[in-house]
């Protein structure tokens, strides 16, 4: 077809966008014998591109409200020089522990464990944190999933039933408890409970507006690119709680019916790229950017 060529290059772009070639990584294939089976509800939520970034911005936002995350962040990352490396490696590990072998998935936990291991610190005031607490890592894995699901929600699916988002997160528990997160939710509710019995301890400050400064306004190069990542960063925030967003004390430049059909559009064109239509629903082989496509 005559947009063939077009639909190839949107592809190898996003592909660049989360793979390192550098370091000769490749998309992750869908395989049957991966930690999750082919018809959970986490193949699904897991393999949109738009939906996974938006949801994942939104986690980060939230998740940094925590002083022990954020201090996590601040004192073991790199975040300034290579923020857009760390939504990269995010996104891989979520690809490899949904899609790829069982095998490969354990080991990127593995992995992952090590490193929580041997970090630690102490917050501003001299309160000691360990980036393996259990409790610590339960917010990181309930911030993550719900915006995951949330962003899935309002981009792909609308009316997804409440049983089918109960499910997700009890299959996300899977990977959450394998990382030593406690306690985890298991339905919707309990992760909305979860959420706000955590809201006391939960601050920002200046340190919390660098990092989501960095979030909000990163580059990854290409003009074309940059701009759909605008759209979906303030997408991110947008989906963030009400009292979320009075925390982090700032607002996309974009009015949110702007912001919402910007994300929608891309959302949309992206997945033309991957299966030939806007429609994610309805296609069994879906859009990712974990998957290479047959014949690109």
């Given at each position: 077809?005559i947009?063939?060529?077009?639909?190839?290059?949107?592809?190898?772009?996003?592909s660049d966008?989360?793979?390192?070639a550098?370091?000769?990584?490749r998309?992750?294939?869908?395989?049957?014998?991966?930690l999750?089976?082919?018809d959970?509800?986490?193949?699904?939520?897991?393999g949109?591109?738009?939906?996974?970034?938006?949801?994942?911005?939104?986690?980060?936002?939230?998740?940094?409200?925590?002083p022990?995350?954020?201090?996590?962040?601040?004192?073991?990352?790199?975040?300034?020089?290579?923020?857009?490396?760390?939504?990269?490696?995010?996104?891989?590990?979520?690809?490899?522990t949904?899609y790829?072998?069982?095998?490969?998935?354990?080991?990127?936990?593995?992995?992952?464990?090590?490193?929580?291991?041997?970090?630690g610190?102490?917050l501003?005031?001299?309160?000691?944190?360990?980036?393996?607490?259990?409790?610590?890592?339960?917010?990181?894995?309930?911030?993550?999933?719900?915006?995951f699901?949330?962003?899935?929600?309002?981009?792909?699916?609308?009316?997804?039933?409440?049983?089918?988002?109960?499910?997700?997160?009890?299959?996300?528990?899977?990977?959450?408890?394998?990382?030593g997160?406690?306690?985890?939710?298991?339905?919707?509710?309990?992760?909305?409970?979860?959420?706000?019995?955590?809201?006391?301890?939960?601050?920002?400050?200046?340190?919390?507006?660098?990092?989501?400064?960095?979030?909000?306004?990163?580059?990854?190069?290409?003009p074309a690119?940059?701009?759909a990542?605008?759209v979906?960063?303030?997408?991110?925030?947008?989906?963030?709680?009400p009292?979320?967003?009075?925390?982090?004390?700032?607002?996309?430049?974009?009015?949110?019916?702007?912001?919402?059909?910007g994300?929608?559009?891309t959302?949309?064109?992206?997945?033309?790229?991957f299966?030939?239509?806007?429609n994610?629903?309805?296609?069994?082989?879906?859009?990712?950017?974990?998957?290479?496509?047959?014949?690109?």
């Open positions: 077809m947009l063939d060529p077009i639909r190839a290059a949107i592809r190898r772009r996003i966008v989360f793979n390192d550098d370091k000769g990584e998309p992750v294939l869908r395989r049957a014998d991966a999750f089976p082919p959970s509800v986490a193949w699904r939520v897991n949109d591109v738009v939906t996974m970034m938006i949801g994942g911005v939104s986690g980060l936002l939230l998740q940094m409200l925590h022990a995350v954020l201090a996590g962040v601040w004192d073991h990352s790199d975040f300034r020089a290579d923020m857009h490396g760390r939504l990269r490696r995010t996104a891989k590990f979520i690809a490899v949904t790829d072998h069982a095998e490969a998935g354990q080991a990127a936990i593995d992995k992952v464990n090590r490193i929580h291991a041997k970090l610190g102490a501003p005031d001299g309160t000691a944190y360990r980036v393996s607490d259990p409790a610590l890592l339960a917010w990181v894995h309930v911030t993550e999933t719900i915006s699901l949330d962003a899935w929600i309002r981009y792909a699916e609308p009316a997804m039933p409440r049983a089918e988002q109960d499910a997700y997160f009890d299959e996300m528990a899977r990977v959450g408890q394998a990382l997160a406690s306690p985890l939710p298991r339905t919707r509710a309990e992760a909305e409970a979860m959420i706000e019995s955590f809201r006391p301890v939960l601050r920002a400050d200046a340190r919390t507006r660098e990092v989501a400064d960095m979030v909000m306004r990163q580059r990854i190069g290409a690119v940059d701009a990542a605008g979906i960063m303030q997408a991110g925030f947008d989906l963030l709680p009292w979320a967003q009075t925390m982090h004390g700032q607002r996309p430049p974009l009015p949110r019916p702007v912001v919402r059909a994300a929608l559009t959302a949309r064109f992206i997945r033309w790229a299966d030939g239509s806007p994610r629903r309805t296609h069994g082989r879906g859009v990712t950017t974990f998957e290479r496509p047959t014949g690109s």
